[in-house]
């Protein structure tokens, strides 16, 4: 067994489990539902467009979602004794925690993709349109791009939180809860900043905005800007997160 077998196993996994159709269908609905929302008050108040919307709701929704395309990536394989299984044949632990991180990576783009129809919405009824009544501006799609770019490493540093919960628990509820409160913490550090000084200090909110998920994203990505130090944060936290799964996984030849 091979890197590449396991990568294709994990990623055809997602397409025959009901949880990832149900992530999936749960996450372009409550997208379609604020883009609408979001499209129809910038029609009614003559407002330019502006796609990254649907990304920022997107990038808030993975707290959610990460959690449960993740939760048994290595939580059902203990469960169900096929891990130790796999240990005993000629593959290497970098290569079982990489394969299944990057079918799972995988399924998020396939996830991501299908949300390029609302930027398509917005392009027909700006650039596009000949008769361009709703919406009279024309639509940047300069930042859309950047926050396509931002999101894609955003999901992928979830995703690796969430590999990391699963390789510690072989119970798929207690990985996704404690990967779910970890990435909402996260999420969350760059909101600490509208906390008063007077319950928080003020090296605490700095030190969150620091390791905040959504401080680099939404600061930079978002705003059509491709920082370096942002690309090379949500980097280092999939290197991290995945070097501690592969110790986690390798620790079980121990046990």
């Known amino acids: 067994m091979s890197f590449w077998t396991i990568f294709k196993r994990e ?46 709701n997107f990038g808030f929704l993975m707290v959610f979602f990460a959690p449960l395309l993740t939760m048994r990536l290595f939580a059902e394989e203990m469960r169900e004794g096929t891990l130790e299984l796999m240990m005993t044949m000629p593959l290497r632990d970098v290569d079982l925690v990489m394969g299944k991180f990057l079918g799972a990576w995988g399924f998020y783009t396939v996830l991501l993709s299908l949300t390029l129809v609302y930027q398509g919405i917005l ?64 999420w969350a550090g760059d909101v600490a900043g509208l906390v008063p000084a007077s319950v928080i200090s003020t090296d605490v909110v700095l030190a969150l905005r620091v390791i905040s ?40 030849r121990w046990r």
């Open 11 to 56: 990623f055809r996994q997602y397409f025959v489990s009901p949880i990832a159709y149900l992530v999936a269908f749960a996450v372009l609905v409550l997208l379609g539902l604020s883009f609408n929302t979001d499209l129809n008050y910038r029609i009614t108040n003559s407002l330019p467009p502006n796609g990254a919307v649907v990304l920022g």
């Open 123 to 186: 392009l027909f009824l700006t650039n596009l349109d000949p008769n361009p009544a709703p919406l009279q501006t024309y639509f940047d799609i300069g930042p859309v791009i950047a926050g396509y770019m931002g999101l894609w490493l955003y999901g992928g540093a979830t995703i690796a939180i969430g590999m990391l919960f699963s390789a510690l628990s072989d119970n798929q509820i207690v990985a996704g809860f404690l990967s779910m409160s970890v990435l909402l913490v996260l």
């Open 213 to 252: 998920l959504q401080a680099h994203y939404s600061t930079s990505f978002l705003e059509g800007l491709i920082a370096l130090q942002d690309v090379y944060f949500y980097i280092a936290i999939m290197m991290v997160s995945l070097f501690i799964t592969t110790r986690l996984v390798e620790s079980r």
